[in-house]
């Protein structure tokens, strides 16, 4: 029975650390093109609030609004997308950000570009294919 026991808890320990470093592996893939997000000044449109937003919870529109003012565009981290489409279940995207952003107020969204209001102003989000790093 004991050996049993620790056969069943090697096997156990073992699925656990396969599916700890599917977790961690595919946020290290860097294949394929990489994407930013991209935010201009753009004031015609509604827009989401996003004067409270979370850097942690949306760190590519948060890095892209930190950098872009009324003169200049602001671009995010690069997110590099897997070429099988298996990196997305496991990682955080700016496509999971937009998502979010979309869905608060989806008459923000246009064409794929999300317009957002902060106490700096209103900014047109788009995520842009970068060429090769």
Same mark, same amino acid.
């Given at each position: 029975m004991r050996r049993r026991t620790r056969n069943v808890t090697l096997a156990i320990l073992g699925i656990v650390a396969v599916l700890l470093a599917l977790g961690a592996l595919p946020g290290l893939l860097r294949s394929g093109d990489p994407y930013v997000v991209v935010a201009e000044a753009d004031g015609d449109h509604a827009a989401v609030d996003v004067t409270n937003l979370s850097t942690q919870r949306y760190p590519y529109v948060s890095a892209a609004l930190a950098?872009?003012?009324?003169?200049?565009?602001?671009?995010?981290?690069r997110y590099w997308? @897997?070429?099988?489409?298996?990196?997305e279940v496991f990682t955080h995207s700016p496509f999971d950000e937009f998502d979010a952003l979309s869905s608060?107020?989806?008459?923000?969204t246009?064409?794929?570009d999300i317009y957002v209001r902060t106490g700096?102003?209103?900014f047109r989000l788009a995520i842009t294919r970068e @060429?090769?790093?």
């Open positions: 950098n872009a003012s009324n003169t200049a565009a602001g671009r995010s981290g997308r @897997g070429p099988v489409g298996v990196k608060r107020q989806p008459n923000a246009v064409d794929g700096a102003g209103r @060429g090769p790093a």
